[in-house]
């Protein structure tokens, strides 16, 4: 299994983050290779360059502040896959964590370049 994470140093408090994180259906708003995003009870619709993806929200704990979300359906071979963003206190600001399991391992590459430009997005949507 592949194992992906990035993480941003967020000069905002860590509930501004999350409330931004835990609006799962607006995802669009801040994840640059996400182009139009919507919700439907747990699933969120993801279209990107004309695809589609589902993704279903397993976690979106305000206590813990962790969103954990599973791709159910994609035009990628993907036989696992759990995503986790982490929002924590840092001082003044905030630390985000965004880690990806996945499999096969060979998309772990595919996947990472986004995962980074979605954390760096958030963090720019966020101090904006």
Not at 20 to 48: H, K, L, N, Y
Not at 103 to 108: E, H, I, R, S, T
Request: glycine share 6%; net charge negative; aromatic share 6%.
């Amino acid at each position: 299994m592949a194992t992906i994470r990035h993480h941003a140093r967020i000069a905002k408090p860590a509930d501004e983050v999350w409330a931004v994180v835990r609006d799962t259906g607006d995802i669009a708003e801040w994840f640059p290779a996400i182009d139009a995003s919507s919700q439907d009870g747990d699933v969120r619709i993801c279209s990107m360059m004309g695809l589609e993806l589902k993704e279903e929200i397993v976690t979106n704990d305000d206590e813990l502040r962790r969103l954990q979300y599973r791709i159910v359906e994609a035009p990628l071979p993907i036989e696992f896959h759990l995503a986790t963003v982490d929002v924590f206190e840092d001082g003044k600001g905030s630390l985000v964590v965004y880690s990806t399991d996945v499999q096969p391992d060979d998309l772990g590459p595919v996947i990472s370049p986004s995962l980074a430009d979605g954390v760096a997005g958030l963090k720019a949507f966020v101090e904006r």
